[in-house]
């Protein structure tokens, strides 16, 4: 049974939505073999996600969590991070990146980022390093690759460990390498916005025997490696991956090339339609083996532009955006222990001025036309 692409929006007709999954017939087929069969959890299904997984990323093993949170978790806590240490991340990301040091007792440092590629700048991460800093969290953000082999060589000279948060860059390649097999241990996501989705989960890869064992025992609470139900080695979470979302999973792996294929057409589409549009800045085009997955459409704006009254304005006109992203150190629970404005100023401009445009792979040239209109009428308007 092979069904068109269902859309499952639920905004007015008349609205564009920010994001949508794409699925299709493949996702029921799956779920309901996997409702057949009786194994809900800790089944076949999830198996045969993490093996298809692991060989599309070109890692050993592919081990999957509840969330792309739950996997940071997870990859922090062997990373060995803990009270007394500090942990280097991107301002400029969603909150986990920042928040799993946290959970390990350890305390968060930012650092600046490039204005271009809007990830961690290598040298704003070097002067952050402290004696008592002990790892990194890089963030390949917007689906953009990070310059590991620059945060690497200071991992190495400070003796750093390594988290790469790869939730938003599934499909990307740094320097010709697919984004997660660069040998540190890197994690990715599936919600429903991502370029794949389980509606919620996420996947740990690494080439590390060891590793994705102490993966496997922390997420099924701890368990012990002889298998026993009720043996406990250490202290363990539940942040298992049910063979139901599994399922999702496959299906959405099966057709996750052609998927890539068409978030990238789509963002290409609105580089073409964007790119005159005075006051608009579309983002850095793939070059040198960089090559972007495309997680979201985004724009910054010429500084002295009012994006939030942008934003009001073409969500008055039916064309969903989000401020995207707010920088992380200004939250207010980061802002409690001290961070302020002026401390990462090129992540604070960036966040003051860029907003998401509705993306998905089955938008339609009309749909991005009218983005695209609505957007050079509002700047023309002032
Ligand atoms: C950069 C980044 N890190 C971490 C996460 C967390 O993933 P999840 O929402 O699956 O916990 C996300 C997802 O939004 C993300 O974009």
């Not at 087929?29 to 800790?42: D, M």
């Not at 986990?96 to 490039?114: E, H, K, L, M, Q």
């Not at 445009?357 to 036309?369: A, T």
Request: net charge negative; aromatic share 8%; with cysteine.
């Amino acid at each position: 049974m092979v069904m068109q692409a269902e859309t499952t929006t639920t905004v007015a007709d008349d609205v564009v939505p920010l994001a949508q999954p794409f699925l299709n017939g493949r996702e029921i087929e799956l779920v309901t073999e996997v409702l057949r069969s009786g194994r809900l959890s800790l089944g076949p299904m999830v198996t045969r996600f993490e093996d298809m997984f692991a060989s599309f990323v070109g890692t050993k093993h592919a081990v999957a969590v509840s969330s792309g949170t739950t996997g940071l978790h997870v990859a922090a806590i062997t990373a060995g991070w803990g009270e007394g240490d500090e942990v280097i991340t991107s301002p400029f990301s969603f909150v986990s990146s920042a928040n799993i040091a946290r959970y390990t007792g350890a305390t968060v440092t930012f650092a600046d980022i490039d204005p271009q590629t809007l990830n961690l700048d290598p040298a704003a991460v070097e002067a952050a390093v402290t004696s008592k800093t002990r790892g990194i969290v890089p963030v390949d953000i917007f689906g953009w690759p990070v310059d590991m082999d620059a945060l690497s060589k200071i991992a190495g000279t400070h003796d750093l460990t390594m988290v790469e948060d790869a939730c938003e860059a599934l499909g990307a390649t740094y320097k010709g390498r697919n984004v997660g097999a660069a040998g540190v241990p890197a994690v990715f996501a599936f919600y429903a916005n991502k370029q794949m989705t389980t509606g919620e989960g996420g996947m740990l890869v690494t080439d590390d025997d060891h590793l994705a064992a102490e993966w496997r025992s922390l997420i099924n609470q701890g368990r012990a490696d002889s298998g026993q139900w009720l043996a406990h080695d250490r202290l363990g979470y539940n942040y298992r991956l049910s063979d139901i979302a599994s399922a999702v999973g496959v299906a959405q792996l099966e057709k996750l090339n052609r998927i890539l294929t068409m978030r990238r057409e789509v963002a290409f589409a609105y580089n073409r339609l964007l790119a005159d549009i005075p006051g608009v800045n579309i983002p850095l085009a793939d070059g040198d083996g960089n090559e972007r997955s495309w997680f979201v459409y985004y724009v910054v704006l010429d500084e002295g532009i009012d994006r939030n009254d942008v934003m009001l304005k073409l969500t008055e006109r039916g064309v969903q955006c989000k401020p995207y992203l707010p920088s992380i150190h200004l939250q207010p629970y980061f802002r409690e222990l001290g961070f302020r404005e002026g401390m990462f100023p090129v992540a604070e401009s960036i966040s003051a001025r860029s907003l998401a445009l509705p993306f998905f792979p089955q938008m339609s040239p009309q749909q991005q036309q009218r983005v695209a209109d609505e957007l050079r009428d509002v700047l023309a308007a002032g």
